[in-house]
Every structure is written in structure tokens, then in C-alpha cells.
């Protein structure tokens, strides 16, 4: 079945540093690969996508690339803030069967002033 | 937009009760997703519903769980004889299940189910 693998949190960083936030998934076919995020006391909120190989869905100064030969999609961002502290999901959903998504376990960021 | 809604958004129960948690999802989406969000197992799929097919109860962790959806919109997510294991955060999420949409999930801000 389909699964998603994150790093192990927490992720402490100063403002203003690099972020990296790896991910990887097993998957038949050619699933959608999603970053939700969720803030402190909020809901879940989609952060990025990509629905195919070699796509790059980015917002918010945040980037993650569908890497369908390393099947990865590890998120990015160059600075940091603050506000950036919250914990962020990589998700699929797969191209056949299920429509539901599958997540990864998590990673929470906390951004240091 | 109004986006999706869930009710109550905290349940304080006693064990052996039953609880009913209520979602209301976005306007003109068709499909409507259940997941629950504890700390020990993530966030796992509960059930899926469609349109008028048949709805994917594959998550659903045992028969003391149910849920309906009535009229295509409104959906009511039943834990019958609450455990102490059942509390979690519980999500319900909307998409218009179209390949332009890509499916994308909208969430609500969730039911924190609390049974002691």
C-alpha cells in the first residue's frame, strides 16, 4: 500500500536559516503529492502540491519538487520566520483505489528569534 | 468562501457513551473524508463518501464507528460506547473530485474528543 516517510521532528532553527524538511513515499502509478501544515491551535491547511514528476509546487517562499526517480518531495524554504514554527505533513494521493490521503507522521518546526 | 465546518469543536465524554461529531463541508463538493489525528497514530483515514456510491468505511478501526452522510452535504461521524482510545482530534475534510482541482482536501478545524 501507499506510505509517506518525514523526518523526525523537532526541526529548531534560527531566523532566517535554511529549511529543509525531508519526505519520501512508496506509491504504484503516479500519485499527488501534497505539504499540509498546521499552525498552532489551527486546522490543517495545504501548504503546496505537485501532480506530476519534475513539478515544483511552491508558496509562501516555500518550494518542494515531485522527484518521481529518488520518490521524494522534501520541502524547502531559504529564511525562515518565526511564524514559519508550526508542524508540517507530507501527503499522497494515489492515482488508483483510495482517494483519502496518506500522511506522514509529521515534523514540527520551531523557529528561534 | 464559507469553508468546511465542524461541530462541536470540543466533547468531553465519559467512557461507555456515545458521541456524535458533525461536519459540514463546502458547498458543491461531492466527496467528503473523515481522518483522526492522535498523538500515538498520526493522521489515519476513517471513511470516504461520494457522491451517491457505496462510501469507503476501510479506516474505520472497529463497528463501534458509523457515519452518514444525508443529502449529499451534511455528515455525522457516531463512535458508539466511547473508549478511552477514541480520543483524538477528529478532521473532516471537503474536495470537488475533479482532475483540475487536482482533489484537493480543504479541512476543518476539527472535533477534539476528549473521553475520560
Known amino acids: 500500500g501507499n506510505s509517506v516517510t518525514q523526518m523526525e521532528g523537532p526541526v529548531t532553527l534560527s531566523e532566517e536559516a535554511f529549511l529543509t524538511i525531508n519526505c519520501t513515499y512508496t506509491a504504484t502509478g503516479y500519485p499527488s503529492l501534497f505539504w499540509y501544515v498546521q499552525y498552532p491551535g489551527e486546522g490543517l491547511q495545504l501548504l503546496l502540491k505537485?501532480?506530476?514528476?519534475?513539478d515544483k509546487g511552491s508558496n509562501k517562499g516555500f518550494e518542494a519538487t515531485y522527484r518521481k526517480e529518488t520518490t521524494s518531495f522534501h520541502l524547502e524554504k531559504g529564511s525562515v520566520q518565526v511564524s514559519d514554527s508550526a508542524v508540517y505533513f507530507c501527503?499522497?494521493?494515489?492515482?488508483?483505489?483510495?482517494?483519502?490521503?496518506?500522511f506522514g507522521s509529521g515534523t514540527r518546526l520551531q523557529v528561534q528569534p | 468562501g464559507a469553508g468546511v465546518s465542524q461541530s462541536p469543536s470540543n466533547k468531553v465524554t465519559e467512557k461507555g457513551k456515545d458521541v456524535e461529531l458533525r461536519c459540514d463541508p463546502i458547498?458543491?463538493?461531492?466527496?467528503l473524508y473523515w481522518y483522526r489525528q492522535s498523538l500515538g497514530q498520526g493522521l489515519e483515514f476513517l471513511i470516504y463518501f461520494q457522491g451517491n456510491s457505496a462510501p469507503d468505511k476501510s479506516g474505520l478501526p472497529s463497528d463501534r464507528f458509523s457515519a452518514e452522510r444525508t443529502g449529499g452535504s451534511v455528515s455525522t461521524l457516531t463512535i458508539q460506547r466511547t473508549q478511552q482510545e477514541d480520543s483524538a482530534v477528529y478532521l473532516c475534510?471537503?474536495?470537488?473530485?475533479?482532475?483540475?482541482?487536482?482533489?484537493?482536501?480543504?479541512f476543518g478545524p476539527g472535533t477534539r474528543l476528549t473521553v475520560t
Open positions: 475534510a471537503s474536495s470537488l473530485e475533479a482532475v483540475s482541482s487536482s482533489y484537493e482536501q480543504y
Open positions: 505537485a501532480t506530476k514528476a519534475d
Open positions: 458547498s458543491g463538493h461531492t466527496a
Open positions: 501527503a499522497l494521493k494515489g492515482d488508483t483505489g483510495r482517494r483519502a490521503l496518506t
